[in-house]
């Protein structure tokens, strides 16, 4: 995917933090940028500023502000936990009233660089909330880490097609079809898909009460 320097002398993007073009929405791409340049100015801080604090790469900011790159799923983990807000506080559209009906050909996905992780979120986006449904997807022979998610954050996780590995800290659990798991997602944490089959989850996401404050 091609980016756009945000200024003269900025570095582009890392290959890393920009998602597959091919499993990439094109409208959660705008509304994450529109939702990260609104939280960013709420809280006042620069784009220097949030790239220390959240560890991506103050070019791939800007880039996803101005809705020209796709942010990995990675990212937006990064950067919902440095401003300290729900992950759908950065998908969710503040044009959308009540739906109801939440079309799979029309789903907004987030995936990782390579698009072997994909993420489809499972609820109405009228506002961010602190319990989130989605499903998610690895396939074969693939792994997606992630960083610890804010304080008091837990992952209830069911396996519906496949056998997935989660690495929780230092521990490992294997799942198979049917198997669910309960964790602490304040740490980091990995999901393993060591079959020759595509592996299919659904997960929970639960916050702490603090995020509402």
Request: overall charge neutral.
């Amino acid at each position: 995917m091609p980016t756009v320097p945000g200024r003269l002398g900025d570095a582009a993007p890392a290959s890393s933090e920009i998602a597959s073009a091919s499993a990439s929405s094109p409208n959660l791409t705008r509304v994450v940028g529109q939702n990260l340049r609104r939280l960013r100015n709420l809280r006042g801080l620069s784009l220097e500023k949030l790239s220390r604090a959240s560890g991506v790469s103050r070019a791939m900011l800007n880039q996803v502000e101005l809705g020209r790159s796709a942010p990995t799923i990675n990212v937006v983990w990064k950067i919902a936990h440095a401003l300290a807000v729900p992950f759908s506080a950065l998908i969710t559209d503040p044009a959308d009233t009540q739906p109801t009906v939440l079309r799979a050909a029309t789903a907004r996905k987030l995936s990782s660089h390579d698009g072997a992780f994909l993420s489809r979120a499972l609820f109405p986006f009228d506002s961010p909330r602190l319990v989130e449904f989605y499903e998610l997807n690895l396939a074969p022979r693939s792994v997606e880490r992630a960083d610890p998610h804010p304080p008091g954050t837990t992952e209830n996780l069911v396996v519906a097609e496949g056998s997935v590995a989660i690495v929780v800290g230092a521990t490992r659990h294997c799942l198979l079809n049917g198997d669910a798991i309960l964790f602490k997602a304040d740490v980091p944490h990995e999901y393993w898909n060591e079959g020759t089959e595509a592996a299919r989850m659904y997960l929970v996401m639960t916050y702490s009460d603090e995020l509402r404050r």
